[in-house]
């Protein structure tokens, strides 16, 4: 098993930038890749950023440019670096572990962007 515990969310202004953190603990040795998803209300779930062991990033169009995700192996965390944001990110944000047989989820952490 593999828990995770995000933070970093909150209110911003339109333009502005947050950082989410998402620590993992547990069965870390079976993860393969962490990523960050996102829910807005009436919206399904998609994948933000994504980061597998080997560093290979990939990132939804929408946030190209203006997200960042990253890692620190030594504190088993993942961070998503938010810039320049804009209403339309305002979401839930999730963050995830894969292993080769489960996915796990955080709590979700709220992020909203007033205009």
């Known amino acids: 098993q593999v828990q995770l515990v995000e933070s970093g969310g909150g209110l911003v202004q339109a333009g502005g930038s947050l950082r989410l953190s998402c620590a993992a603990s547990g069965s870390i040795f079976s993860i393969n890749a962490m990523g960050w998803h996102r829910q807005a209300p009436g919206k399904q779930r998609e994948l933000v950023a994504r980061?597998?062991?080997?560093?290979?990033?990939n990132y939804a169009d929408s946030v190209k440019g203006r997200f960042t995700i990253s890692r620190d192996n030594a504190k088993n965390t993942v961070y998503l670096q938010m810039n320049s944001l804009k209403p339309e990110d305002t979401a839930v944000y999730y963050c995830?572990?894969?292993?080769?047989?489960?996915?796990?989820w955080g709590q979700g952490t709220q992020v909203t962007v007033s205009s």
């Open positions: 995830n572990a894969d292993s080769i047989i489960d996915r796990y």
């Open positions: 980061i597998t062991t080997g560093g290979l990033k």
